[in-house]
Antibody, heavy 120, light 110 residues
Framework: VQLVESGGNLVQPGGSLRLSCAAS????????MGWVRQPPGKGLEWVSA????????FYADSVKGRFTISRDNSKNTLYLQMNSLRAEDTAIYYC??????????????WGQGTQVTVPS | QSALTQPPSASGSPGQSVTISCTGT?????????VSWYQHHPGKAPKLMIY???KRPSGVPDRFSGSKSGNTASLSVSGLQAEDEADYYCCSYGGTNNLLFGGGTKLTVL
């Protein structure tokens, strides 16, 4: 299993950014996928997840209405569209694979992360 | 829902055992057997060490074990080794399709 994130950058408050996660080494469509972030000096925070088919999506309250998760199963790629970015969104964003298909129960493989910085 | 509660630090000498706790509520840790534990070396991808409270993925040493009592889950590491030094995070299914993480515990091997 390999998960490679990209798209992290420095973006001004109120701006937008799209993260990507290229997956390989497993049957991508068979598993739910998600994003977890780690703000500087803090712990992990679950952000969002989507079912294997992409028809079900789930969000933490802190990002609901601003972030949109999606997946392109033909490209084995997971996305996170982040709008109306705030300083508190500054974090390393990790892509992760769940062991379930239709919902999330805990991630079994993770990528190495991509840095998103929103200055205050 | 609030994050799960972990002690910020834990330590032990090589060969010793250490246990890290993770306290939630009856709506998360106590309500489901979907507690997982992750080992995280800064700059690297988090690694799954325990899933569904007490199951070990292939390749994880049997020195690592998990348990749960009520609203508190625990990760135990026996026969501490230098390479066990890392941050450890618990995670629980929180119902209504969300996950909760603990604040993390920095394990130091003295």
């Amino acid at each position: 299993v390999q998960l490679v994130e990209s798209g992290g950058n420095l973006v001004q408050p109120g701006g937008s950014l799209r993260l990507s996660c290229a997956a390989s080494g497993f049957a991508f469509t068979s598993f739910a996928m998600g994003w977890v972030r780690q703000p500087p000096g803090k712990g992990l925070e679950w952000v969002s997840a989507t079912s294997g088919t992409g028809t079900s999506t789930f969000y933490a309250d802190s990002v609901k209405g601003r972030f949109t998760i999606s997946r392109d199963n033909s490209k084995n790629t997971l996305y996170l569209q982040m709008n109306s970015l705030r300083a508190e969104d500054t974090a390393i964003y990790y892509c992760a694979k769940d062991s379930w298909s239709t919902t999330i129960r805990g991630f079994d493989f993770w990528g190495q992360g991509t840095q998103v910085t929103v200055p205050s | 829902q609030s994050a799960l509660t972990q002690p910020p630090s834990a330590s032990g000498s090589p060969g010793q055992s250490v246990t890290i706790s993770c306290t939630g509520t009856s709506s998360d840790v106590g309500g489901y057997n979907y507690v997982s534990w992750y080992q995280h070396h800064p700059g690297k991808a988090p690694k799954l060490m325990i899933y569904e409270v007490n199951k070990r993925p292939s390749g994880v040493p049997d020195r690592f074990s998990g348990s749960k009592s009520g609203n508190t889950a625990s990760l135990s590491v026996s026969g501490l080794q230098a390479e066990d030094e890392a941050d450890y995070y618990c995670c629980s299914y929180g119902g209504t399709n969300n996950l909760l993480f603990g604040g993390g515990t920095k394990l130091t091997v003295l």
